[in-house]
Nanobody
């Protein structure tokens, strides 16, 4: 059974930092490109960042503007998102996604709340 479990979310103040993690099991992690998405209340789910299978390539949504870094540790079956200079508009549930091949898998998400 494939599981993606996010952790590390929480409440942080404006300008603060947070690192969230997504641990995978039940799949060959190194064969999946990994992504972080987020979904705020009443809004569409949107891509935050994505990373290739070996971590050599990554891309980010325009609104990230250099504030976030996606990374992965294939030996640990884990993908990370380091978030810096957080803003209230970054408040959302952050979800990881394993893709690049079928089927696609999603985690349940971790809540990130940025207070002003």
């Amino acid at each position: 059974q494939v599981r993606l479990v996010e952790s590390g979310g929480g409440l942080v103040q404006l300008g603060g930092s947070l690192r969230i993690s997504c641990s995978a099991s039940g799949l060959i992690f190194s064969t999946y490109a990994m992504s972080w998405y987020r979904q705020a209340p009443g809004k569409e789910r949107e891509l935050v960042a994505a990373i290739s299978t070996n971590g050599g390539n990554s891309n980010y949504a325009d609104y990230v503007n250099g504030r976030f870094i996606i990374s992965r540790a294939n030996r640990e079956n884990t993908v990370y998102l380091q978030m810096n200079s957080l803003k209230p508009e970054d408040t959302a549930v952050y979800l990881c996604k394993a893709a690049g091949r079928l089927p696609v898998y999603w985690g349940q998400g971790t809540q990130v709340t940025v207070s002003s």
